[in-house]
């Protein structure tokens, strides 16, 4: 197994502009907490120690760790980490503390901050609005257009065959965040942000799950001397996937008709499986709902009903479609716990990262749905774990074998 390998952990604080936190107020800093995520939001918890008076001036009457108002809610603050075996630094999280806790017990006080990254403040006040003549995507973008000065950039891709409704007219009476999260579910897309290469600059992704680029660094268990995970759990989950049926009342049509809406196979946006989630002999009962009666004690896929009126049909046809592919998207889940200093990478959300040392029906290439970077700052010095959740539409690898790093 490499040598370890140190990591050095940078954290910034202060409104508007964060810079690095007072010495003072790091050296009570307990824990951190990053939870990255490819489902808006991602998250962060920061425990620091707080003794009641300053041990240099017994005259204070509140706890030094809150004079400094760095620990206040919608306080900006920034993680940033460097592997020693790196040239840069990593921006973990960009965002802001919402919530504060102060625990007071027998051995010590602890003040506990929670917050949110930078698309918080994207769901803090309800809109009513109206979008005439105008596509999904472009309301994204129209939106997220907002938010530039926190640093945002746009990351918007444009769903195959999306057309702007003409008889009918988005409605907005809810938080930004919360719209984007809807029209990207619409499509089976994905909607989240992550920082950017440098402190302050963030990239709000609205589309599918990336798969393309080169894989991170291998996960490995069960290989002796490369080994460099420390647990691991792998779920199959057959109740996820699910086709969907049923009709749609086409207002295009003069007079309106009922239309036959089916969709019994997921297109494949993670396509990192051999075997897909969907048997094909479930597919064919999606066009011919009525043979389920006679099928009930045998299927092995959920089906659900379409309930959405007034769209048209090419419409409706590609929600169900979304719904269809979102089902079968995180069919295999893998959880587990790599030390960091073994493993020698950050291991980054929203990526691929490829599996070994598991058997061909779980190995193989994966979609990084989260990681939680966790620091402890001991008197021994830093211990940095990555705990990750990984997905993907079914069993067996299309790869042969993983790069190593």
Not at 173 to 179: E, F, G, K, V
Not at 285 to 298: D, G, H, K, N
Not at 350 to 359: F, P
Request: with cysteine.
């Amino acid at each position: 197994m490499a040598d370890p390998v140190q990591t050095f952990v940078q954290l910034l604080m202060g409104s508007p502009t964060p810079s690095s936190a007072p010495l003072a107020l790091r050296k009570l800093l307990r824990t951190i907490e990053v939870i990255q995520s490819s489902r808006c939001p991602s998250g962060f918890r920061m425990t620091f120690s707080a003794p009641r008076y300053d041990a240099t001036d017994l005259t204070g009457t509140e706890y030094p760790a809150l004079d400094t108002d760095l620990l206040d809610p919608f306080v900006r603050v920034q993680v940033t980490v460097q592997p020693s075996t790196s040239t840069t630094a990593t921006v973990l999280m960009d965002g802001f503390i919402t919530r504060q806790e102060v625990v007071v017990g027998q051995e010590g006080t602890t003040v506990t901050v929670i917050g949110e990254d930078v698309s918080v403040m994207m769901d803090l006040i309800e809109i009513s609005a109206q979008f005439q003549n105008t596509a999904d995507s472009a309301i994204v973008k129209q939106i997220l257009g907002n938010y530039s000065s926190l640093g945002v950039t746009l990351s918007v891709t444009v769903p195959t065959g999306e057309s702007a409704p003409a008889n009918w007219v988005p409605q907005q009476n809810c938080t930004d965040r919360y719209l984007i999260q809807m029209l990207a579910a619409r499509h089976g897309f994905l909607f989240y942000v992550l920082p950017g290469s440098s402190a302050g600059t963030n990239t709000a992704y609205w589309g599918p799950p990336v798969t393309t680029g080169t894989s991170q660094k291998a996960l490995t268990i069960n290989m002796s001397r490369a080994d460099n995970l420390t647990s691991l759990t792998m779920t199959y989950d057959a109740l996820a996937p699910t086709i969907t049926y049923g009709s749609v009342l086409d207002l295009t049509k003069n007079p309106a008709a009922a239309v036959p809406i089916a969709v019994g196979s997921a297109n494949p946006l993670l396509n990192l499986a051999q075997t897909g989630p969907i048997p094909s002999a479930v597919s064919s009962v999606a066009t011919t709902p009525s043979t389920f009666t006679t099928q009930l004690s045998t299927l092995t896929t959920r089906g659900t009903l379409f309930l959405h009126p007034g769209l048209s049909a090419i419409d409706a046809q590609n929600l169900a479609q979304a719904k269809t592919n979102r089902s079968a998207q995180e069919v295999v889940v893998i959880e587990g716990e790599v030390e960091t200093a073994q493993y020698g990478a950050i291991l980054q959300t929203a990526g691929l990262v490829d599996l070994r040392g598991v058997g061909t029906r779980y190995d193989g290439t994966y979609f990084v749905k989260q990681v939680n970077h966790n620091f402890t700052f001991e008197k021994n010095g830093l211990r940095y774990l990555q705990k990750f959740v990984l997905v993907r539409e079914g069993f067996d690898s299309k790869i042969q074998a993983v790069t190593d790093y």
